[in-house]
């Protein structure tokens, strides 16, 4: 598929997708989203062992182009509530069920469903310039792309009503001091930081980091005996593992293990 609304690249085992319409700040359009449920699809077929999500120009994402003749109120066809059960429904929990690490490098704004489709990743990596925006209610909307879910369990009831209510812009740094983000660092660093845990995850062992992922999202829905009990399921299973035989052996032979993902 030739894309004209992203980019997309795997590279030594590391995937890049780029939102790329930066003259509206990577804001979704229908194209953008087809391309992007294409390039997940080809993601998981790839190899590919980690995923960087980003925007080119100045923003992250935007969230919805509500530019587009085809958002404008009375089209029912492709009305908000259409959109997020065709395309940002699917996005996010296709995200959030990748065994692979996703990074979100927050280059620039993240607003709206672009906000809540990084905090969805695993990593968000911010430049000290970017921004996250809970826009919704500026448009009569409530947050989506799982924004009512995440935000409390990320920074509490008490922030996430103020972020959702009142629709203020939240720095890097802020998120970052909130535990709302991994990480913010200097714009002049930021590539450099997200290339650099890109590049550890591509040579990780995949099978551990998958199941370790699928646990921890897991956790809300299970009490501590019961995620005990998939602890302990995970580690026998990965103590037959492939990956696990070259930790021990290079474990004893005092050298870095090469890590095949199985």
Known sequence: MRYEAIEYAVEDGVARLTFNRPEVLNCFSTTMH???????EHFRASGGRVLILTGAGRGF??????????MRPGNC????????????????LALRAL????????????????????????????????????????????PDCG???????????????????????????QAAEWGLIWQCVDDSQFGATVDTLAKK?????????ARTKAAIHGTWEHSMREQMDIERDAQRELARSADYAEAVTAFFEKRRPSFRGR
């Open 99 to 142: 065994p692979m690490p996703v990074i979100a490098a927050v280059n620039g704004v993240a607003a709206g469903a672009g906000a809540n489709i990084a905090f969805a990743c695993d990593f968000v990596i911010a430049a000290r310039s970017a921004s996250f925006v809970q826009s919704f209610c500026k448009l009569a909307l409530v």
């Open 34 to 40: 087809i391309e992007v449920q294409h390039a997940l």
């Open 61 to 70: 994402c935007a969230g919805q182009d509500l530019g587009e003749d085809s």
């Open 77 to 92: 066809r492709v009305e908000p509530g259409h959109v997020i059960d065709q395309y940002l429904k699917p996005l996010v």
């Open 147 to 173: 924004g009512t879910w995440m935000l409390p369990r990320l920074v509490g009831e008490a922030r996430a009503l103020g972020m959702a209510l009142l629709g203020d812009g939240l720095s890097a740094e």
């Open 201 to 209: 995850f591509a040579v990780a062992p995949t099978q551990a980091l």
